[in-house]
């Protein structure tokens, strides 16, 4: 299993640089995350993030893009706007869980 | 290890590569539905500019008066079996009789729900939302005799099939 260090961890990553490990992730580590990939974290970038966190641990699953609309009440397009290009996957970067497996 | 961190790429060939999707939507029946909206869906989740022609019989899924109610007929689909009894046929002549294609509706709308994948005009505005374009084919409106007001709002125009051709350039093309 691969690792890379980000802000001084060393963290457990797949062969795509997702994290492996769920529970070496906290919010600053998030934030440094984002960072690496283009994102400045605001209170609108952490509401689904926290979603994504709080439905993983429930579903052991990565929610799609639907599902994080659709629960967590944030219209597709915002998710679009957060995270340009593949939201999903950047959303489950961030929140240092796997990507999403869902097809829709 | 490296100092470098490791990040995975999500700004490669998708976005700045240019990479497009066309997909022509001609058939009307809900089994026929779902793999052009599935594909689009998840094209634009990865970045990729997607297109939608709807023509023909493919005006029923943004037609406002029939894209919520899509039927599933098995009737010239050997394929045919019933949830989960793979290698049991139906007969075909039974899809003929009244009140099947009702029933193989219901039914395959429900496999479909359970799966947390919503129905046409939600699955619409989910695409439309994710920034994708939806666009009617001029000369299906003509013989339907249909006009925008009376197409899923966020179809952005009636177009001609040169017109299609010419704004998807470049793209690669799904015929459905």
């Known amino acids: 299993m691969p690792t890379t260090t980000i802000a001084g961890r060393t963290l457990d990553v797949n062969e795509e640089g997702f994290m492996t490990n769920p529970e070496q992730w906290d919010e600053a580590l998030g934030a440094e995350l984002a960072k690496l990939i283009g994102v400045d974290m605001t209170e609108a970038h952490w509401a689904p993030i926290r979603f994504l966190r709080s439905d993983f641990a429930v579903q052991h699953e990565t929610p799609t893009l639907r599902r994080v609309s659709t629960q967590a009440g944030i219209p597709v397009k915002d998710l679009f706007a957060l995270f340009p290009g593949k939201p999903a996957k950047k959303m489950a970067y961030v929140a240092g869980l796997p990507k999403p497996k869902g097809c829709v | ?176």
């Open chain 2, 1 to 176: 290890m490296t100092d470098t961190p490791f990040v995975p790429s999500f700004d490669s060939d998708a976005s700045e590569g240019g990479r497009k999707l066309a997909i022509i939507c001609s058939k009307g029946n809900l089994d026929m539905a779902y793999p052009g909206l599935i594909l689009a869906n998840a094209a634009l989740g990865e970045g990729v500019e997607t297109h939608l022609f709807f023509t023909f019989w493919g005006f029923d899924m943004i037609n406002k008066k029939t894209m919520d109610d899509l039927k599933f007929s098995y009737l010239g689909n050997t394929a045919m079996h019933p949830p989960g009894a793979f290698g049991v046929s139906m007969p075909q002549g039974m899809a003929g009789l009244p009140g099947v294609t009702a029933l193989t509706t219901k039914m395959m709308k429900k496999q479909i729900a359970d799966l947390d994948v919503p129905e046409v005009p939600e699955f619409l505005d989910l695409i439309h939302g994710s920034g994708g374009h939806l666009w009617a084919c001029r000369m299906s409106a003509d013989m339907m005799k249909l006009h925008e007001e009376d197409l899923y709002d966020g179809v952005e125009g009636i177009i001609s099939a040169s017109d299609f051709i010419e704004l998807t350039e470049g793209a690669q093309l799904l015929f459905i």
